[in-house]
C-alpha cells in the first residue's frame, strides 16, 4: 500500500478531489477519514455520489483507519487520504500512520479562525498543529489545486 497523497479538504470529496487531485496523484483509493461522517448515512451517500468513476472509496473513523493504514489492509493500492480538518490528520500521523507530507486545501472561516489564505482560515488550534508537526519534520503544505505552487503552510501563518 502506498499513500499517495493526503489532504484536509473540509469539503472531502467534490470536483477538485474527484477530478483534478485523484488523477494527478494517480490514486486507485480515496480513503475519507473522519468520526462523524461514518455516523452520517446522508454524508456517506454524498461521497459515494461524489466518488470518481473506477476510484474505490472507504470511509471510516480515525481508529479504523489508523488500524487499516498500519495494518495494510489496502495492499497494492495508491490511497489518497483526506481528513476534514487538520486535528484529524494529526490524529492519523500520531496513531502511527506514515504520512510525512500533506496538503491543506479548504477550511472555512469558523469562530476564532483567522484566514491565511483565500481558500484556508485556521483556529490556534489548528496552528499550534501546525507548529509541532512541522518540527517533527512533517511537511505541510496549502493547495487548492496542484498547478499552484506547494509553498509550506508556514509561509502562510505569518
Known amino acids: 500500500m502506498a499513500i499517495v497523497a493526503a489532504r484536509v479538504d473540509e469539503r472531502m470529496i467534490h470536483g477538485q ?3 483534478v487531485w485523484t ?3 494517480n490514486a486507485d483509493r480515496i480513503l475519507v477519514v473522519n468520526d462523524e461522517v461514518v ?3 446522508m454524508q ?3 461521497l459515494k455520489l461524489a466518488r470518481p468513476a473506477g476510484i474505490k472509496l472507504g470511509i471510516a473513523s480515525i481508529a479504523r483507519s489508523v488500524e487499516n493504514l498500519k495494518s495494510d489492509k489496502y495492499a497494492n493500492e495508491n490511497v489518497f487520504v483526506i481528513t476534514r480538518n487538520i486535528p484529524d ?3 492519523l500521523i500520531d496513531g502511527g500512520v506514515n504520512i510525512p507530507v500533506f496538503n491543506v486545501g479548504n477550511i472555512s472561516a469558523k469562530d ?3 484566514q491565511i489564505k483565500k481558500s484556508v482560515s485556521v ?3 489548528d496552528e499550534e498543529i501546525i507548529h509541532r508537526l512541522t518540527s517533527q519534520g512533517i511537511k505541510i503544505t496549502a493547495q487548492m489545486i496542484p498547478n499552484e505552487p506547494n509553498a509550506s503552510i508556514e509561509s502562510f501563518l505569518g
Open 123 to 125: 483556529t490556534p488550534k
Open 23 to 25: 488523477n494527478t496523484v
Open 39 to 41: 455516523k452520517d448515512e
Open 112 to 114: 476564532g479562525s483567522r
Open 17 to 19: 478531489v474527484a477530478m
Open 44 to 46: 456517506i451517500q454524498g
Open 89 to 91: 490528520m494529526a490524529a
